[in-house]
């Protein structure tokens, strides 16, 4: 990439130089074809600033970094506008991605054809009338069956005695949707979730 260094009543040494060129040449892999890049550094009492401008195909960047040095400056400046390139990048990629619009084609009218009145006769006798009924024969469906899993786990019994609330909250921060818990009397119960996600509270004898 071709890259213009202006200097402003400062020196530009060749260390400055050479850290342009490189992070110039990041950018230009990001963005692909670029056209030409400017890097300008100037002083404003005792802080360094470089204001960096990047010409793409269609796109133009500016960044600008300020701080007590030049490589400072200029590394404040190359990530923001390496920062920009990305962005540019990933939105071009993602707009290439989309699919167009296509329009769904449109089906003319159905015309009807003309019925002479010796057809439209026929047909009318052929037609069912009004309000006879139709039998109509329908198969009820099979239910699936579905084979019981067992799994033996240990999370799904309390080793505790705990009150309701507590076992409410105990299958949450478990994530269960069974818990079989004894309550401060010695009674058993069984928790467990239902389909709709209410909590369901069962009484051992």
């Known amino acids: 990439m ?3 260094l202006t200097a402003r009543q400062v020196r530009i040494p060749k260390a400055l ?18 056209t030409s890049a400017a890097i300008t550094f ?6 360094q600033i470089a ?3 990047v010409k793409a195909r269609m796109h133009t960047i500016a960044a600008r970094g300020e701080a ?7 590394r404040a400046a190359l990530a923001h506008a390496e920062h920009q390139a990305v962005r540019y ?16 084609p449109v089906s003319p009218p159905v015309a009807r054809p003309k019925v002479r009145p010796a057809e439209a006769a026929e047909e009318e ?12 024969h329908s198969f009820p469906a099979r ?50 979730r239902r389909r709709d996600g209410q909590m369901e509270l069962v009484e051992i004898p």
């Not at 100037?42 to 802080?47: E, G, K, N, P, Y």
């Not at 007590?68 to 200029?74: G, P, T, V």
């Open 2 to 4: 071709e890259v213009e």
């Open 17 to 34: 130089r050479e850290q342009a060129e490189e992070g110039m040449n990041r950018i230009a892999r990001i963005l692909g074809k670029t």
């Open 42 to 47: 100037r002083t404003q009492r005792h802080l």
């Open 51 to 53: 204001e960096l401008t």
């Open 68 to 74: 007590d040095s030049q490589e400072s400056a200029l």
């Open 89 to 104: 990048r990933d939105r071009h990629l993602t707009r290439k991605r989309l699919p167009k619009e296509e329009k769904a």
């Open 125 to 136: 006798r052929a037609a069912p009338r009004q309000g006879a009924s139709i039998p109509v």
């Open 143 to 192: 239910r699936t069956v579905v084979e019981p899993h067992v799994v033996k786990s240990g999370e799904a019994i309390a080793l505790r005695p705990m009150t309701l609330e507590e076992a409410v909250k105990e299958a949450e921060f478990r994530d269960r949707d069974l818990l079989v818990f004894r309550n401060p009397s010695g009674e058993l119960f069984v928790l467990h």
